[in-house]
């Protein structure tokens, strides 16, 4: 093993005992260097440190036990389970195994000494451990207790625990070497933060000591834990800022001449674009036509068209001789703005051309080669736009919708593709998740912000009702009233846990139960789970008014516009974010007629619960929601990854750690002031993809 070799660039090959299956389990957990391994941090520990009484054991409580086995036992029940009941002084408690073998049931004998270790939970036979690991102990044997609290990684098929552990402790002896992993905060930084050392962080979360506050751990707001975000934030921070100072450096194409194709396509518009999009429009036009390339952030409420805005800036690139690309998150939403721009556009002898992952065969060499030799000079599709082999003749301008769903390293990766080596391409941004300034200036460090703060005129608000769940009787003869006289309605299932499985399956389970309660109904379902193509033909019947109710999960999100819709349901709305909840309210309101969202509440509703749907209901003003939903939340809450999904990190959450934005900034101007030569490491260290940012 080379002596000197800083542990970022020491594959874990080099580890013993690792060979090439395991180097392949390793990077299924994006671990390729023992440095990787470093930053792999538990995902929670278990106390192995003592013993407990049985008597003093808890509900919920990861406990490790040692005791005799008084009876051990197969119960038959609904489900068949080996049961062993132990004892020490304190008490008796229960182990049940529901799958086991013979040989254990042998072992587990009435007489013997066993050392377990599980979770405690409510049993048949009052608390019980269920599955717990354990050993048998041999007469007058007694093993060590852990020291330090056990570490649970994330792991991945064919890894255990111990082997990862096993790993991890390699790296970490190697840390100590000199050199081997750089601390890159300056000394004056650890000190104002009181911050310990990267390796004394690193050593201390991978094996906490057994008094510590695991608590805090948990929560991810241990001291150590805020180190490593807080460099990680700060490797992002340094990143955009570098990205953005040699952008300024950057040539792009000059998109000044315009041919009068602004005005055709203003004069064929059937309305006048609002003051807010005039005058957005009017700052993106001027960003166009200077020779460094426009990083701008387009933030606007759900329905204040933005996607005009968004064809303007395209025609003009167009009319200067260049290519345009609008990207959207979702397949539903990229066709959208597909139907839109050649809609528009077409006629005014324009080529626009659609790409996703749904477009094969020799439909997708068409736009491909369309794209290439310049024929094509709109193109709109999802992230099969930026895929390794699309190439584009002359890209002048990237269009990004919904930008939080798409992270920094998505963003460039687009914006080499109009990279020829002299010019970059225009980037523009959108989003109509209303992110206070504040925020926004912190999170989006690298873009210019423009905001239409106006709806187009003649819109009836959405008439918002809270309403308890014990309720949903009426609910459901409102919706019947609603669709027999011509409307339809949106009924949106919130997410139960953080499983989309689970959330596709509540959405099934309500789309029968609605089916049942409205048999004279038509009532269609759409959930992430479904396949593309099954879902646009969802959307398409529900467009067409084939279906009158529509039962989605939250990918009705983004982008349907469904003018007819005027009822919409939100359950369980205490479990969104208010920006969520906002954004999926603006999908009715879209026609004339006088529309109405119910919040159909779970009771009981928790104060600071009642305070948030009370905005809801008594505000329409996407901006304003988000100003309060952050004074009630903090920061972290409505920036959260959760609700917007605003970028990935390893370590720093924006929803856990957004307090520590302003002092990232900070640190980040004494960086580059007096340890410019840190920049470079830190960017290494936490974005990585050298190659990406070192030509960008
Ligand atoms: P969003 O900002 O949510 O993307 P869209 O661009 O989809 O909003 O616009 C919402 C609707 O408003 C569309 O049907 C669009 O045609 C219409 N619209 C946009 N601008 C105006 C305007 N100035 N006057 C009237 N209607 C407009
Ligand atoms: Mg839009």
Request: glycine content about 8%; aromatic content about 6%.
């Amino acid at each position: 093993m080379p002596e000197t070799s800083a542990l970022s660039d020491l594959p874990v090959s080099t580890l013993k005992g690792v060979g090439p299956r395991l180097v392949e389990r390793l990077a299924a957990l994006h671990i390729h260097t023992v440095q990787d391994l470093l930053f792999h941090l538990p995902l929670r520990y278990q106390d192995r440190t003592r013993i407990a009484p049985i008597a003093r054991v808890r509900l919920g409580q990861d406990v490790m036990l040692e005791a005799e086995i008084v009876q051990c036992d197969i119960e038959f029940g609904r489900r068949r389970s080996l049961v062993c009941r132990i004892k020490d002084s304190s008490g008796l408690i229960s182990l049940r195994f529901f799958h086991f073998s013979a040989a254990q049931k042998n072992m587990l004998a009435a007489g013997r000494r066993i050392r377990c270790y599980g979770e405690v939970r409510s049993g048949k036979n009052g608390l019980e451990l269920y599955h717990p690991e354990y050993q048998v102990l041999r007469d007058g044997e007694e093993p060590a207790v852990a020291d330090t609290l056990t570490p649970i990684y994330p792991a991945t098929e064919g890894l255990q625990q111990v082997r990862l552990r096993s790993l991890i402790d390699q790296a970490l002896q190697l840390m100590q070497r000199p050199d081997a992993l750089i601390d890159w905060l300056p000394a004056d930084i650890l000190r104002s933060f009181r911050f310990p050392s990267l390796p004394q962080a690193l050593n201390y979360l991978h094996h906490p000591p057994a008094n510590a506050a695991v608590h805090e751990l948990l929560n991810g707001e241990h001291i150590c834990q805020r180190r490593l975000a807080f460099e990680e934030l700060l490797g992002h921070r340094l990143c955009l800022r570098r990205l953005r100072q040699q952008s300024a450096h950057q040539r792009a194409p000059v998109l000044s001449r315009t041919q009068g194709l602004r005005e055709k396509f203003l004069a064929r518009l059937p309305f006048s674009l609002t003051g807010a999009q005039q005058r957005v429009a009017a700052e993106i036009q001027q960003d166009l036509t200077l020779s460094e390339p426009m990083l701008r952030l387009l933030q606007g409420d759900v329905g204040s068209g933005k996607t005009i805005v968004a064809a303007l800036a395209a025609l003009q690139a167009v009319d200067s001789g260049y290519q345009a690309a609008i990207m959207a998150p979702t397949e539903i939403l990229a066709e959208q703005h597909f139907l839109n721009f050649s809609q528009w556009l077409e006629p005014l002898g324009i080529s626009v051309g659609w790409l996703s992952g749904k477009v094969k065969g020799r439909q997708r060499q068409g736009v491909m080669s369309g794209l290439a030799d310049g024929s094509i000079t709109i193109a709109v599709g999802t992230h099969a736009l930026f895929q390794e082999e699309v190439r584009f003749n002359r890209l002048g301008l990237i269009i990004i919708d919904e930008q939080h769903r798409f992270g920094v390293h998505q963003r460039l990766a687009l914006r080499e593709k109009g990279n020829d080596g002299r010019t970059l391409p225009h980037q523009l941004v959108m989003t109509a998740t209303p992110i206070p300034r504040t925020l926004a200036m912190s999170a989006y460090a690298d873009l210019d912000c423009s905001i239409i703060d106006e709806l187009p005129p003649g819109r009836t608000p959405v008439n918002t009702v809270v309403i308890a769940n014990s309720r949903r009787d009426d609910v459901i003869a409102r919706i019947h009233e609603a669709c027999r006289s011509g409307s339809q309605a949106y009924w949106v299932c919130t997410l139960i846990e953080e499983s989309e499985a689970l959330q596709c399956q509540a959405a099934e389970a309500t789309w029968q139960a609605l089916q049942t309660a409205l048999p004279d109904l038509a009532v269609g379902l759409v959930h992430g789970r479904m396949k593309p193509a099954e879902k646009s033909a969802v959307m398409d019947n529900f467009k067409s008014g084939a279906l009158q109710l529509l039962v989605a999960t939250t990918v009705i999100e983004v982008g349907v516009d469904v003018p007819n819709a005027s009822l919409m349901i939100i359950e369980n709305p205490e479990r969104l974010g208010l920006a969520q909840l906002h954004q999926l309210r603006g999908r009715v309101g879209r026609g004339a007629k006088a529309s109405h969202c119910l919040l159909l509440y779970q009771t009981p509703l928790s104060m600071q619960g009642k305070k948030r749907l009370g905005i809801m209901r008594d505000s329409t003003d996407g901006f304003y929601i988000a100003e309060q939903d952050l004074a009630l939340r903090g920061p972290g809450q409505v920036l959260g990854t959760q609700q917007t999904g605003l970028m990935s990190f390893r370590i720093a959450d924006l929803s856990r750690d957004a307090g520590l934005l302003d002092p990232v900034k900070s640190a980040a101007d004494q960086i580059e002031n007096a340890y410019p030569s840190h920049i470079a490491p830190l960017v290494d260290r936490w974005l990585g993809d050298r190659e990406l940012y070192g030509n960008v």
